[in-house]
């Protein structure tokens, strides 16, 4: 869905341009991806059905699972669980479609590209459907023991013309603190280990432990992702990240993926093909 047009090495520093392979169906192709962190649907429909059937809902009616009753439940639920487009209420970086989407295309970005093995999702645990997240955007997990890179990325986007844009201060205060502040870097350890899919219990456990202990088993790579358009990137959008890398304590990969429409765009219009495409 994405590929890599350009990577720079300085030091143990990369800075990475990516760009969508089919820019022209980035949404369709997107909006697929977009429910699985909310929603699983195949478990809503069969947890429906059978308690439709245990309650005798339907009076005894075979029940199908393609049940235009069923779908309709299954439509309704999909749409409860998922942010509620913007309405105007809040400023256009605030929207939670908006922010949410970063982390989605962040972790597609991540696997895809990088092989980055991202053990949850923020999105697929927090309590209430339109308030935003909490915490590092996205963690994951590359190499193998006992040489473990620990993936702190915090993503945004930006229309903003100045380069670097007015989001790279705050992404980068973001990714220093968990590196020097150990109490917030084991909160982000302890959420994961206790978030994980049962594919990645253990190594999520070990890598917890290990700091706990003071005896890591991982490194740190901190793995910035910045959503731009091609008509607003600009030659210094790293900021920091690429002015004085050795400040953060760390190797850095920090990643500018250009698209188009611009994020809050192109996210309203993905979104809404996901509830589309899935009713």
């Known amino acids: 869905m994405f590929e890599i047009v350009s990577d720079e090495q300085q030091g143990e520093h990369r800075f990475i341009r990516i760009v969508p392979k089919a820019p022209d169906s980035l949404a369709a192709d997107l909006a697929p991806r977009i429910t699985r962190p909310y929603f699983d649907e195949e478990t809503a429909r069969d947890r429906i059905i059978r308690a439709a059937r245990e309650l005798e809902i339907?009076?005894?009616?075979?029940?199908?699972?393609?049940?235009?009753?069923?779908?309709?439940?299954?439509?309704?639920?999909?749409?409860?669980?998922?942010?509620?487009?913007?309405k105007g209420d809040r400023p256009?970086?605030?929207?939670?479609?908006?922010?949410?989407?970063?982390?989605?295309?962040?972790?597609?970005?991540?696997?895809?590209?990088?092989?980055?093995r991202i053990p949850t999702s923020r999105i697929a645990h927090k309590e209430t459907p339109d308030q935003q997240t909490r915490g590092a955007d996205v963690m994951g997990i590359e190499g193998d023991e006992p040489q473990l890179l620990l993936i702190l990325t915090e993503v945004k986007g930006s229309t903003d013309s100045k380069t670097p844009p007015g989001?790279?201060?705050?992404?980068?205060?973001?990714?220093?603190?968990?590196v020097e502040n150990r109490r917030a870097l084991l909160q982000e350890l302890i959420w994961l280990r206790d978030h994980s899919s049962e594919a990645h219990t253990?190594?999520?456990?070990?890598?917890c432990v290990s700091f706990q202990l003071r005896q890591p088993i991982f490194g740190l790579l901190l793995a910035p992702i910045l959503i731009r358009t091609a008509s607003k990137e600009g030659a210094s959008d790293a900021g920091g990240f690429r002015e004085s890398p050795e400040t953060f304590g760390c190797p850095i990969r920090f990643v500018s993926v250009i698209v188009e429409p611009d994020l809050f765009e192109l996210a309203g219009e993905t979104y809404a093909l996901a509830r589309r495409k899935a009713a």
């Open 202 to 207: 253990r190594e999520c456990a070990t890598i």
């Open 92 to 116: 256009k970086q605030l929207d939670v479609q908006r922010s949410e989407f970063g982390e989605i295309v962040a972790a597609e970005v991540l696997s895809s590209l990088f092989e980055t």
């Open 58 to 86: 339907f009076s005894g009616e075979e029940l199908d699972a393609d049940d235009p009753r069923i779908e309709a439940v299954v439509a309704e639920e999909r749409d409860a669980v998922l942010p509620a487009a913007w």
């Open 167 to 178: 989001v790279i201060p705050d992404m980068e205060a973001k990714l220093k603190g968990l």
